[in-house]
């Protein structure tokens, strides 16, 4: 439970800048602000009031707000020019770095303000039945390139994002770019391992992790194949027809890795239809045992800049 309850005439001084909250009206009448409850934190919609740009403002669950927050913030500003790092571009409120504010409002502590991405995620996309049917193979095509070369600029910088997934992947309007959400479980080479470590997303998750979960270099290796998988193979109806209306990842918890599934046959064929040196990468990956045997990034990207030329 969050005791912070923000209002639409509430205004936070960060830095000497004030922001204001965006209004949304659930019922006529409140004073309700805009603000989306997720797995680990609320993310409220902010305005920068000097310059009317518009900031998202995450505020922890006090079970996941800790110091690695911090440590985090401060790997991903090192790495905010790395394409699809611009959230690096943050600032995590402390006792230390906001002692006012945090007095104020405990329940800001660690909380991060960044800059509010337009777009939508892949796992709205996915939900979203009508945009969906629109999708084409040249949309597919071009979504999973531009996401794989996010990938692989990460894995060559060591770098790991360690919960990709669909909820974590904001797409451009146009559907030609990405960049990720979520990144206070960075993973870089030689920091301090934290004591929340990302298990990954339901949908997404090896059934082997050991007492690193993700946090590891090749930790966006197997959610990633996934990730791709369904970003290549969506735009086939059958496909789609073969996943719940509801569902915001392709396959379900218990499906991954199972021997045969009747959605897993008609995604390796779709996948063996738009991308068939893809379809030897996902099988690599699904047949693992582990998460350093899945297929690394360089790998990935060669394949399907390849195909893309055929
Ligand atoms: N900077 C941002 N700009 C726009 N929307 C965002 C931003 N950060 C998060 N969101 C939205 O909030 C949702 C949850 O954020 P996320 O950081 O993934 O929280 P959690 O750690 O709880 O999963 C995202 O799926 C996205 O819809
Ligand atoms: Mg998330």
Redesign the pocket.
Known sequence: MIGFRPHRHMTLCIDQTYYGFVPYTYFPGDDGVYA?E????I?Y?VQNLAHNTFC?L?VAKPSHRSEHIARATEIAAAYKHVAGLF?GNRTCLTKTSHPQLIAEYPDLEYAVL????AGR?W??FMFDGASSARYTRAQAYGLAVATVRVLWNLEASHLAHTDIAG??V?LSPDLTQVEL??I?GLYTHGATMPKLRSQGSPGYQHRNLDHRGQWRPDGDRFAAAILLTEMLTWANPYVRALTPDNAESLFQPKELQASTTRRLDAVRRALAEICPPALALFDQAWASVDLSQCPDFSTWAWTLIQANKL
């Open positions: 989306i997720a797995g680990e934190a993310i919609q998202a995450k959230l960044m800059p509010w991405l995620t796992a709205s909820g974590n904001m959400l979520d206070e």
